[in-house]
T-cell receptor, first 116, second 115 residues
Framework: EAQVTQNPRYLITVTGKKLTVTCSQN?????MSWYRQDPGLGLRQIYYSMNVEVTDKGDVPEGYKVSRKEKRNFPLILESPSPNQTSLYFC???????????????FGNGTRLTVT | AQSVAQPEDQVNVAEGNPLTVKCTYSVSGNPYLFWYVQYPNRGLQFLLKYITGDNLVKGSYGFEAEFNKSQTSFHLKKPSALVSDSALYFC?????????????FGAGTILRVKS
């Protein structure tokens, strides 16, 4: 089954304790992205990757890191989480990120992160 | 920079009645427009998209959307609502001038269909 898999689904942590949220897709998609969802704000892009070893900042990148060493994986790293990073996080992928080839995004089921 | 507005936090409709969820957008260039639906504890699911051509776009589960360039709108519609349509709906826009497949989302509209 074609899917985007995120782990864990729920995570409670304390301020400053490094964490990683994993994301994997099995559709051979070139493009991957991370979003956070907050009430009343919709989804905001954190980082994106056009292909392996190519990553770039989205609208709200502060406090986050990503890497794209393999095509299928795109982990989100919080080096020193803070309470304002408490949110619902979604990983998404699409066939391509090319400007002239609009591809629908496929989303994972989300990771609900609470930082105390 | 692109932006999306969904003016209604919630839309209530009776089962069997037509529904409309409103969306307006702003972009520098031409828009690619999308609708997604989110059920509780799930990720977003793609419903339909407008790229170019016919202003009326048909998508999954009987939904359709009408692109109106002069009003910069892309309202989601369905002729006859089902209780199972109750969910959170997001409109999203991508500017054709922007690098990467970045979608900008509206704040979302909760659709409640009552039997």
């Amino acid at each position: 089954e074609a899917q985007v898999t995120q782990n864990p689904r729920y995570l409670i942590t304390v301020t400053g304790k490094k964490l990683t949220v994993t994301c994997s897709q099995n559709m051979n998609h070139e493009y991957m992205s991370w979003y956070r969802q907050d009430p009343g704000l919709g989804l905001r892009q954190i980082y994106y990757s056009m292909n392996v070893e190519v990553t770039d900042k989205g609208d709200v990148p502060e406090g986050y890191k990503v890497s794209r060493k393999e095509k299928r994986n795109f982990p989100l790293i919080l080096e020193s989480p803070s309470p304002n990073q408490t949110s619902l996080y979604f990983c998404a992928s699409s066939f391509t990120g090319a400007r002239d080839r609009p591809s629908p995004l496929h989303f994972g089921n989300g990771t609900r992160l609470t930082v105390t | 920079a692109q932006s999306v507005a969904q003016p209604e936090d919630q839309v209530n409709v009776a089962e069997g009645n037509p529904l409309t969820v409103k969306c307006t957008y702003s972009v520098s260039g031409n828009p690619y427009l999308f609708w997604y639906v989110q059920y509780p504890n799930r990720g977003l699911q793609f419903l339909l998209k407008y790229i170019t051509g016919d202003n009326l776009v048909k998508g999954s589960y009987g939904f359709e959307a009408e692109f109106n360039k002069s009003q910069t709108s892309f309202h989601l519609k369905k002729p006859s609502a089902l209780v199972s349509d109750s969910a959170l709906y997001f409109c999203a826009v991508r500017d054709t001038m922007e690098y990467g497949n970045k979608l900008v989302f509206g704040a979302g509209t909760i659709l409640r269909v009552k039997s």
